[in-house]
């Protein structure tokens, strides 16, 4: 196969995990384990209902979140991360140590150049 994911084999990858909302949602579910959908929104802070409910939907479908309906009175419903994503911890670990480590180098990096 040609194109473009052969060209960046991690692009996939990517767009999977990495796309506007995902991260967050994954990185909360993951740290914070299982989570009702308000517990979970009012984590992430600035996400609107209708865009988290899509996000859940997309990464239910890709199979890195599991959704559990309880038919109660009133229903519960609550997520968590599946092993499937759960898999991405160490990434995620790894992006959090770059994070600490090279961040305020990017910063100062970016007001060098902004002050040329």
């Not at 995902?22 to 009702?36: D, H, M, S």
């Not at 859940?56 to 009133?74: A, I, S």
């Not at 419903?77 to 911890?89: A, D, K």
Request: hydrophobic share 40%.
């Amino acid at each position: 196969m040609t194109g473009p994911e052969q060209a960046c084999p991690i692009g996939p990858v990517v767009d999977l995990v990495f796309s506007r909302w995902t991260t967050p949602i994954l990185w909360a579910l993951n740290e914070f384990g299982r989570q009702r959908f308000v517990e979970l929104e009012r984590r992430i802070g600035t996400i609107t209902p209708k865009v988290l409910t899509q996000r859940l939907r997309q990464l239910e479908r890709d199979g890195l979140v599991v959704r559990t309906y309880h038919p109660e009175v009133p229903p519960r419903v609550e997520y968590e991360i599946s092993e499937l994503g759960r898999s991405l911890g160490p990434l995620f670990a790894t992006l959090a140590r770059w994070s600490d480590a090279n961040l305020a180098q990017v910063d100062e990096a970016r007001q060098a150049y902004d002050a040329r």
